[in-house]
Nanobody
């Protein structure tokens, strides 16, 4: 069983930055994908960024150039916008299961509890 605990959320003004971290414990994978999804009130959960243990990364178009994900699943978010507001969830999965689609929520079976990010205008 895999446990994921997020940290680093908070409230910032538009244009500000936040750094999200995710601690993984339990039955970790030697080859894996890790990533971040978010969900805003009244909206569907969407993929934000993900990284494969082979070095591949994938970003949602809305965050390209502003967010950076690292292999340890740290997410650096710069130039935040009000539309980035939501609950951010850390995810992980075996490399085999996520080999084709890094930002499909159905790919991931391991989710954290989420951390709130609020960006005010």
């Amino acid at each position: 069983q895999v446990q994921l605990v997020e940290s680093g959320g908070g409230s910032v003004q538009a244009g500000g930055s936040l750094r999200l971290s995710c601690v993984v414990s339990g039955d970790t994978y030697s080859s894996y994908c890790m990533g971040w999804f978010r969900q805003a009130p009244g909206k569907e959960r969407e993929g934000v960024a993900a990284v494969h243990s082979d070095g591949r990364t994938k970003y949602a178009d809305s965050v390209k150039g502003r967010f950076t994900i690292s292999i340890d699943n740290t997410l650096i978010m710069n130039n935040l916008k009000p539309e980035d507001t939501g609950i951010y969830y850390c995810v992980t999965e075996t490399a085999w299961r996520c080999r084709h689609d890094l930002l499909n929520p159905n790919t991931y079976s391991n989710w954290g509890q989420g951390t709130q990010v609020t960006v005010s205008s």
